[in-house]
């Protein structure tokens, strides 16, 4: 999925040893723990010289992306481990309505040094999309049921 040149969303792949499921590793540079906690509506911020690439490790958030005056929602959940690529200069934030907190890796790429406007919040241009952004939430608690149900399942 790519919504702007550089912006992609890949699957991660996987491979059975023993018990454990091994997942494909990201390059980085610098690798950070995330915490969104739990009601969480993020202003958008900006990198300058650096990619994010996140991945979800448990819960689950939207990320909001602004390209061409449009938000772009993209709904990240433990329960499908993908990983979004966010390359400098993409404004974006996290949104987390769901009742426990969001905990992502973010394998980060630097492109030079960190800008003084890093991380420095912006106010959105316009209001986000809340009817879209619970329609996306409710897909990832179905999600959630479904991988429940599959490990009752399997037991």
Do not use: W
């Not at 792949?13 to 997942?23: L, V």
């Not at 690798?31 to 509506?41: A, D, H, K, R, Y």
């Not at 990619?51 to 958030?61: A, E, H, I, M, W």
């Not at 919040?121 to 879209?132: R, T, V, W």
């Amino acid at each position: 999925m790519s919504l702007k040149e550089g912006i992609s969303l890949h699957q991660l792949k996987s491979i059975q040893g023993g018990m454990a499921q091994f997942y494909t590793p990201q390059s980085s540079d610098e690798t950070m723990l995330v915490e969104v906690p739990s009601g969480t509506i993020d202003e958008l911020f900006v990198h300058h010289y650096q990619t994010d690439q996140l991945l979800v490790v448990r819960g689950s958030f939207i990320l909001v992306a602004l390209h061409n005056k449009q938000y772009h929602y993209i709904p990240l959940s433990e329960y499908n481990p993908q990983v979004i690529t966010i390359p400098p200069g993409v404004p974006h934030g996290a949104i987390n309505l769901s009742s426990e907190d969001c905990v992502m890796v973010n394998a980060v790429l630097r492109h030079g040094e960190s800008h003084p406007l890093d991380y420095r919040p912006m106010k959105p241009p316009f209001p986000y999309n809340y009817k879209k952004i619970s329609h996306l939430l409710e897909n990832l608690y179905q999600l959630k049921l479904e991988a429940k149900n599959k490990v009752l399942l399997e037991a």
